[in-house]
């Protein structure tokens, strides 16, 4: 609970100084001809819907939506798919529905539920049921804008599993991404980052350590708006301990981030496709497909 109202300060004071500088750089440019500032912020529910293939005895976090969500539902389920030789071989479907507000070009708020169904080796598909909800923020920490120092992102997001109970688990995850421009009009660059998920969990027989993705890639945009970026890093799992189950050993192992998103003429996106590969040692899948629903687009 300390590090969720710690998450929501943050947020609420990035949100509170982003803004009032932004009016205090539109105030300087009263005397100039520049374009007239939105009064109504961007606001769409940015829509994504998973599938992944997750191996036998693995938790998948890597860059999307994590597989220990699913895992809670195995442990917690009534006909107890997960045995005590461990987490069985997985497939799922996720659709996450945060609401979002772009607050200014620096900052957005975002705020949401999640939903899944899940098909555990020799078994059917659940039925489709709420399984977790979310609160977080991004900003822009510092703004290249030219300059020769890069754009700083720092992205935080709470996750909580649905319903609460004694396993309820709650994830706290962190980005911070370093974005160099290469030209004026920032269509390629270079991305540097890392991404870091810690997870709490109610029951203390159930431990699961943190996980960290060092990443280095690119991104190119055409001048038709499509744009297309890539990430490799390397990703670190400490391990878990999941009631009676045998341990999920600690790794770290490669993996690859694919995106090609279709974006307006500012900046905004307007579909999106996006292919993961994650090694648990054994190789995890997932594709992700993002269809924002605008209810004020600038």
Excluded at 44 to 54: F, G
Excluded at 203 to 217: C, L
Aim: glycine share 10%; hydrophobic share 40%.
């Amino acid at each position: 609970m300390t590090r969720f109202r710690s998450v929501l300060k943050a947020a609420l004071g990035v949100a509170l100084i982003c803004p009032a500088a932004s009016s205090l750089a539109a105030d300087v440019d009263d005397d100039g001809d520049g374009d007239k500032k939105p009064t109504v912020p961007t606001m769409y529910l940015d829509l994504r819907t998973y599938y992944a293939q997750i191996p036998a005895g693995s938790l998948a976090f890597g860059f999307g939506h994590p597989s220990f969500f699913t895992a809670v539902q195995t442990l917690g389920g009534p006909n107890g798919a997960a045995s005590s030789t461990g987490l069985p071989a997985a497939k799922s479907l996720n659709v996450d529905l945060p609401f979002t507000i772009d607050v200014t070009d620096r900052v957005s708020l975002y705020a949401g539920v999640s939903g899944s169904s899940t098909q555990f080796a020799g078994s059917g598909w659940s039925s489709f049921d709420i399984t977790s909800w979310n609160i977080g923020f991004q900003a822009d920490i510092y703004q290249q804008n030219g300059g020769n120092f890069p754009t700083v992102t720092l992205q935080s997001t709470i996750t909580q599993s649905i319903p609460n109970g004694p396993l309820t688990a709650t994830s706290f995850n962190n980005i911070l991404e370093f974005d160099y421009a290469l030209d004026k009009d920032e269509t390629r660059g270079i991305l540097v980052g890392i991404k870091h998920t810690r997870v709490d969990v109610g029951n203390a027989s159930v431990r699961i350590n943190p996980n960290t993705i060092g990443y280095v890639g690119g991104y190119y945009q055409w001048p038709n708006n499509w744009k297309f970026t890539g990430r490799v890093g390397v990703q670190s799992f400490e391990g878990a301990q999941l009631l009676n189950l045998v341990p999920l050993q600690s790794f770290t192992q490669p993996i690859v981030r694919l995106d090609l998103d279709r974006m307006d003429d500012n900046d905004n996106r307007l579909f999106g496709l996006t292919a993961e590969i994650m090694w648990l040692p054994k190789p995890a899948y997932q594709l992700t497909l993002r269809t924002p629903l605008y209810a004020v687009r600038n």
